[in-house]
């Protein structure tokens, strides 16, 4: 259980794996691959910076949100299925077709 502003929130482990090859730190939208395969995108702005080779990392879940944590840095910070976000930018292009298509056929092409 973590507490969560007075109140608890049960907190689920995810996956416990290493982080594939070196950890350079928290960065914005930096994008971390398990040895699981498994890969997490950073939500959180946080800027960390410390080199590791390979760490211990664990995915936790607390409510709808998910964490990162690693071996040998303090605290976590939030992050999201990468795969989530690759959805996101194929649903943006497949939005974009009908604009392009047009735009192309005005020029010509």
């Known amino acids: 259980l973590t507490p969560n502003h007075g109140d608890f929130q049960v907190e689920k482990i995810i996956t416990i794996s290493r982080i594939a ?3 350079d730190g928290w960065y914005p939208n930096q994008t971390y691959l398990l040895m699981d395969g498994s890969e997490w995108q950073q939500v959180s702005q946080t800027v960390r910076c410390k080199s590791l080779d390979s760490p211990n990392a664990k995915i936790v879940r607390r409510g709808d949100k998910y964490y990162l944590r690693v071996t040998g840095i ?8 990468a795969v989530e976000m690759r959805a996101e930018r194929i649903a943006k292009w497949i939005s974009l077709l009908p604009v392009i298509y047009e735009r192309v056929r005005q020029a010509g092409l």
Do not use: L, M
């Open 74 to 81: 303090r605290g976590h910070q939030q992050v999201r299925p």
């Open 21 to 23: 090859g070196f950890f």
